[in-house]
């Protein structure tokens, strides 16, 4: 029982944190992927972006409320530029050249960060500070205020997708976007819109783990391959299944390493997800063949 | 067809010969020439298969690392390296295109990711291969009893036979049926099937031979470098394989040689120039997927590749 | 087709030919070679030993430049990985012949690099790298280092932690050549002081969330947190450690290049009574490393940092050509052993023959207020240790928890 209270709940909460942050990124990844076709490549560095937006709305107005707000927005603004640019030319395409092409993409917004912000690393004062005892340790506030945060808009998400008619014909578009332009919806734009959406969730994500995580030009790169995971874990094009994958991967991540050198736990995870798509190949939720 | 490549390979036997070539170039040729074999043994797979692996660097790390065990351990064999690397990648390749070519399309590219991240984690984090400083200081490899490869020309020579002979191998294989058939494959894998084909062993065939091929590869890098590291096999080096397959041309082998020797190249000297240069390559990469999708070299045979989506 | 592929293949023999051309040397030019990390984790003390080495070289010009040839630096990037760095060292040797090259930063990169200079016979300064192999196993006559080792911080540093600051100390290192160093030297130095070390743990460069590991740390409940990490993974973990309240329960110490002064101002309040060994400080009242600094900072425009060690590297190899009268490596090598010089930002700096290691006096620094402040000055003699070239330092290490009872 003691065991029970000081050490697995603790790491369990550890989990959770990490878990529903990372679910917000691969939503997004996951939403694009079942409606566009295409697995964002470029998807981490719009995760990094947004923190570096995040620093610079910070530098400009002192305030985490107003970045958590703006620089979404702007991340998604070049989102939508990017769409518009260079993916929606090759829609009709395989989708594996959208994974090259975002790989492409990716490089150059990374090497861009770069040279605009250097490379070194920068820290977000986390605008909640303090701790408060917890399950016999100290836990940081703001990890709390991550949770928090994280579930109130996954779940603003999920309202979203059920409850309005955006979320309903994006839905719909995923199923079967011939359908919806042949009832005069206009497809590409909602594209757009989508993929915009994609990115200032992937900004989101970026702004909120940076007081913890900090910034540089590579934190995306480290956190794309997880991203993808959960994608796979929870069946492409999925969204349910990505929310549930990212909470499974981020405590299995945390309890795995009481058990064993978190070093080897990377291997775990990659050991997990092997075997799940040995036995479920879909994933959690998936449809089967879905862009076979 | 073959006397031009018997020419060139004759004309970059004479490289080292070039008087006041500084011995780096060998070095540098070195590199691009592997660059340029590893991409050509990717074409198979990506231009003639239609199969997008992002999980080349694993089979070329563990080339390296068959090697720089054996190496470090005292076995200064080239021929024990190289049988090594053959039956260690083999292993490893043969469970990956099992699995990964059960599936079709981005899933085979995802899965194969996912595999050579395991391999890349586990040399990482393993700290009696290094961890992730990986084995260094290797003594030169020796051909037979008492000829070491240590010259920068001998180097140099080595991984031109190999190219030659990769070559010819991958030359073979298109122009075979079996090649036909992949093409096939490429082209509308259900009518192959229809048709009574494996689809998957053809599949899993041209994945080991790629397989094997970039592996062996791998295993004469140590040679040259002295040292391999995790590095070799994360995943950015899989994409940049990729990168060079695109810039030459998607099933043309020669063009995916020179693409590698390409990069490898311009990365060696815009880097002492430039440090954004990977905004050019990103760049390059996103117009050529826009323009001209088949690649630079592949531009003649665009029309064969129309059909190339299907296939995915 | 044909057409293309003959073009392209001509196209590639004339690029060839012309990269091949040889650079046209200058009568009277010596050039040298400046390999560090630009970019990535360590680019912060890469760009700081690119001013150190350029400030020398200027100097040097000034006076006429060494042997009567002027100076050219030639930098690189080495992407802090060591297949880029020994593609770059072999560059600055074998194409641009550099006489002396001075880097790099990551220990795993400079072992590898090492290799380099050993077989092309090239004088190799390093002024960053603190992994205890170089001048042990990896040593060989063509490598110099004026950077404090594992061996020379466990040394100077560890005495003070068990008499000052705490006698049940945790180790908590990064995984890769630099932080297993340290974390072995200070494991041997703190036991055999009498110490008692309660836990060690290592993680991954590049770790994101160091939170797995505080479970096993606040459960060994040590009196000192030891921290052998560097660049941007210490920044992270410090931010870590105070977020869940671990910098105000245990004292603090770590390596010399746990944070660099220019990054401390940002996370002063974490890094609050942090100890360290370390051969410079910009707060320092020190007169001779406050006159560096100065001089440093009329060039660049800002505090100068360890990393411009670099800078005494230059001048040291300077001086060693002026005394072989020659830039053949061997002789050049043999004239740098046993020399000193004493108008360092230390005083006197002398390099020892057996191990090349520079022999210089350091000071323990204290973080106040975002500043590494001096809390004592300990005399180089002490720290170096016995010279052990091919041996291994801490032979029949073990990374094993004595309990004590």
Redesign the interface.
């Known amino acids: 029982m003691d065991y029970l209270v000081t050490?697995l709940l603790?790491?369990l909460l550890?989990g959770l944190v990490?878990g529903a942050a990372l679910g917000l990124l691969a939503l997004g990844l996951t939403v694009v992927f079942g409606l566009l076709g295409v697995?964002n490549f470029a998807h981490g560095e719009l995760y990094m972006l947004g923190a570096y937006a995040g620093i610079a709305v910070v530098g400009a107005t002192h305030s985490f409320w107003v970045a958590l707000i703006l620089a979404p927005l702007l991340v998604a603004a070049l989102g939508a530029v990017t769409e518009v640019a260079?993916l929606r030319?090759?829609y009709?395409?395989?989708?594996?050249?959208g994974?090259?092409?975002t790989?492409?993409?990716?490089?150059?917004f990374?090497?861009?960060a770069?040279?605009i912000w250097g490379?070194?690393?920068r820290?977000i004062l986390?605008p909640v500070t303090g701790?408060t005892p917890l399950l016999g340790?100290?836990?940081?506030n703001?990890?709390l205020f991550l949770l928090g945060a994280s579930s109130v808009l996954l779940l603003a998400i999920w309202l979203f997708f059920t409850r309005t008619r955006a979320g309903v014909l994006v839905r719909a578009a995923v199923q079967d976007a011939e359908m919806l332009d042949g009832l005069g919806v206009n497809v590409p734009r909602l594209f757009t819109l989508t993929f915009a959406g994609s990115a200032a969730l992937a900004a989101l994500a970026g702004l909120l783990l940076a007081?913890?995580?900090?910034v540089?030009p590579?934190m995306g790169?480290?956190m794309i391959?997880l991203a993808?995971?959960v994608v796979?874990l929870g069946g492409?094009g999925s969204m349910g299944g990505s929310v549930v994958a990212a909470l499974v991967i981020g405590t299995a991540?945390?309890l795995f390493?009481?058990w064993m050198n978190?070093?080897?736990?990377?291997?775990a995870i990659?050991?997990i997800?092997?075997v799940v798509?040995?036995i479920r190949?879909r994933g959690f939720f998936g449809r089967e063949g879905i862009?076979? | 067809m073959a006397w031009r490549a018997l020419a060139a390979f004759a004309a970059l036997a004479t490289l080292p010969a070039l008087p006041g070539l500084p011995t780096y170039y060998l070095l540098l040729a070195f590199d691009a020439l592997l660059f340029g074999a590893i991409a050509m043994s990717l074409d198979l797979l990506m231009g003639y298969t239609g199969l997008v692996s992002f999980g080349h660097a694993a089979f070329y790390g563990l080339g390296a690392y068959a090697t720089a065990i054996l190496l470090e351990r005292g076995v200064l064999s080239v021929w024990a390296c190289l049988g090594a690397a053959l039956v260690v990648v083999g292993l490893y390749a043969a469970i990956v295109s099992y699995f990964a070519t059960a599936r079709r399309g981005i899933y085979f590219a995802l899965l194969t990711l996912i595999f050579a991240e395991v391999v890349y984690t586990f040399f990482r984090y393993t700290q009696t291969f290094g961890g992730s400083d990986g084995i260094q200081g290797l003594p030169d490899a020796l051909l037979w009893r008492g000829v070491a490869i240590d010259t920068p020309r001998r180097k140099y020579y080595l991984v031109l036979v190999y190219l030659a002979a990769a070559y010819a191998i991958c030359r073979v294989v298109v122009t075979s049926h079996f090649g036909r058939v992949l093409v096939a494959i490429r082209e509308n894998e259900d009518r192959a099937r229809f048709l009574g084909y494996n689809v998957q062993r053809y599949k899993m065939a041209a994945c080991m031979i790629s397989a094997l091929l970039t592996g062996t590869a791998g295993a004469i890098y140590p040679i040259r470098s002295a040292f391999a590291t995790p590095d070799l096999m994360l995943w950015t080096e899989s994409g940049e394989f990729i990168i060079s397959v695109m810039i030459g041309g998607l099933g043309t082998l020669v063009g995916p040689i020179l693409g590698g020797a390409f990069f490898t190249i311009l990365r060696d000297k815009a880097s002492s120039f430039v440090d954004w240069y990977f905004i050019v390559i990103g760049g390059v990469l996103v117009l050529i997927v826009l323009f001209m999708p088949a690649g630079l070299l592949g531009v003649r045979r665009l029309v064969g590749f129309r059909q190339w989506r299907h296939g995915a | 087709m044909k057409r293309i592929t003959c073009a392209v293949v001509l196209a590639t023999v004339a690029v060839l030919v012309w990269v091949a051309t040889p650079a046209v040397s200058q009568p009277k030019v010596v050039r040298i070679g400046d390999l560090g990390s630009k970019v990535g984790v360590f680019e912060g003390y890469g760009k700081y030993q690119t001013m150190g080495i350029q400030m020398a070289v200027e100097e040097l010009n000034a006076k006429g430049g060494v042997l009567g040839h002027r100076i050219e630096v030639i930098s690189e990037d080495d992407e802090t990985k060591p297949a880029p760095a020994v593609r770059k060292a072999e560059k600055l040797i074998l194409q641009d012949d550099v006489k002396l090259l001075v880097g790099v930063v990551s220990s795993g990169a400079t072992m590898a690099v090492m290799d380099v200079t050993k077989k092309h016979k090239t004088i190799h300064w390093n002024s960053v790298s603190c992994a205890e192999f170089m001048r042990t196993t990896k040593f060989h006559k063509y490598y110099f280092s004026n950077q404090p080792d594992s061996r020379m911080q466990a040394n100077g540093l560890a005495k003070y932690i068990i008499d000052r600051m705490g006698k049940r100390v945790y180790i908590f290192y990064t995984d890769y050549a630099m932080g297993q160093s340290d974390g072995r030297q200070f494991k041997t130095a703190l036991e055999r002081l009498g110490g008692e070390v309660v836990g060690v743990a290592g993680a991954p460069l590049d770790t994101k969330d160091f939170s797995p590991w505080f479970g096993a740390i606040n459960t060994a409940n040590p009196e000192v947190l030891f921290l052998a990490f560097a660049g941007t993974d210490s920044l992270r973990l410090m931010t870590q450690l105070h977020s869940f309240g671990m910098t105000r329960k245990y004292r603090l110490a770590g390596i010399d290049c746990f944070l660099l002064q220019q990054d401390l101002a940002s996370i002063a309040e974490p890094m609050e009574g942090f100890v360290q060994l370390n051969h410079f400080s910009a707060y320092n009242p020190d007169k001779n490393m406050q006159a560096f600094n100065a001089r440093f900072k009329k060039r660049f425009g800002v505090d100068a940092n360890i990393a411009a060690g670099a800078y005494d590297a230059v001048h040291f190899w300077a001086a060693a050509v002026e005394k072989a009268q020659s830039f053949d490596p061997d002789r050049v090598a043999e004239a740098h052993e046993g020399m000193c010089r004493d108008d360092t930002h230390i005083g006197r700096q002398c390099i020892r023959k057996e191990d090349h290691q520079v022999v210089m006096d350091m000071h323990l620094y204290q973080v106040k207020g975002g500043k590494n402040l001096p809390i004592a000055r300990i005399a180089g003699t002490d720290s170096i240790g016995e010279p052990m070239v091919g041996r291994d330092p801490v032979e029949g290490f073990t990374w094993e928890i004595k309990k004590k009872n």
């Open positions: 050490v603790p790491q550890h990490f697995m260079t030319p090759i009709r395409r395989a989708p594996l050249y994974l090259i092409l790989f492409g993409l990716a490089l150059v990374r090497e861009g770069r040279q490379g070194d690393m820290r986390p701790s340790m100290i836990y940081p703001y990890r007081p913890v995580f900090t540089y590579q790169v480290e391959l993808f995971i796979i492409m991540q945390s390493s009481l978190p070093q080897r736990v990377a291997i990659f050991g997800m092997i798509l040995i190949p862009l076979e």
